[in-house]
């Protein structure tokens, strides 16, 4: 299994633990440079979005991954984490819907989690 592979599965994983919405993958490594995968989640509330960023790091880190930058604080509405190869957003759902990466990044290939 590939280094982004691994990163991907196990930022799913945290997601999933802190009960992320809509957890969606997209697959852009024929599409962009700038990454492999998007790991895309939605949450209910400020402090369940900081819970997702907490736990995906948290994991990662377990793993010897550690982010190259993270862009958002406490009270944002979206975070980007930045691992090279795999970037996660975690968005409240009002900004999801607004910004719609789903649709931007939709020459990616969307792969379910659960197939990783």
Same mark, same amino acid.
Do not use: A, C, D, F
């Given at each position: 299994m590939g280094r982004e592979l691994e990163m991907t599965k196990l930022a799913c994983k945290a997601l999933e633990e802190k009960k992320g919405k809509d957890i969606q993958v997209i697959d852009i490594h024929e599409v962009s440079v700038i990454a492999d995968y998007f790991v895309i989640a939605s949450a209910t #509330? *400020? #402090?369940q979005l900081q819970a997702m960023v907490d736990g995906v790091e948290e994991e990662l880190g377990k793993a010897g991954f550690? *982010?190259?930058?993270?862009?958002?604080s406490? #009270? =944002? =509405?979206?975070?980007l984490m930045d691992y090279e190869d795999m970037i996660v957003h975690v968005f409240d759902e009002e900004n999801r819907l607004f910004y719609d990466l789903e649709r931007i990044w939709r020459d990616g290939k969307i792969v379910k *989690? $659960? $197939?990783?």
């Open positions: #509330n *400020p #402090n550690t *982010p190259k930058q993270i862009e958002g406490k #009270n =944002s =509405s979206w975070v *989690p $659960e $197939e990783l």
